[in-house]
Nanobody, 114 residues
């Protein structure tokens, strides 16, 4: 069964850091482009970052220089390192894989207090 499980969310003060993890099961994420999305309450889901199967990374302008996506193929896990967090980064963060269609994780809440 193809599955993504996020972890690492929580509450942090503005300026702090968190690292999100997304563990894949049922497939090798080295074969997929992996994404992080987020959805704040009352807003549409927005794309945050992606890493391709060959390791090319891209980040949304709103997080560039603060967030970093990475992957560990040996652990079949993708990470999102989030530094210098802002109140507006508060959202549910979702991991997604482009693997025979798009596979979504269940999401993990990140709350940043000002």
């Amino acid at each position: 069964q193809v599955q993504l499980v996020e972890s690492g969310g929580g509450s942090v003060q503005a300026g702090g850091s968190l690292r999100l993890s997304c563990a894949a099961a049922g497939f090798s994420l080295s074969l997929a482009t992996m994404h992080w999305f987020r959805q704040a309450q009352g807003k549409q889901r927005e794309w945050v970052a992606a890493v391709t199967s060959v390791g090319t990374t891209t980040h949304a302008e709103s997080v560039k220089g603060r967030f970093t996506i990475s992957r560990d193929n040996a652990k079949n896990t993708v990470y999102l390192q989030m530094n210098a967090l802002k109140f507006e980064d508060t959202a549910v963060y979702y991991c997604a894989a482009d693997y025979i269609g798009r596979v979504w994780g269940q999401g993990t809440q990140v709350t940043v207090s000002s």
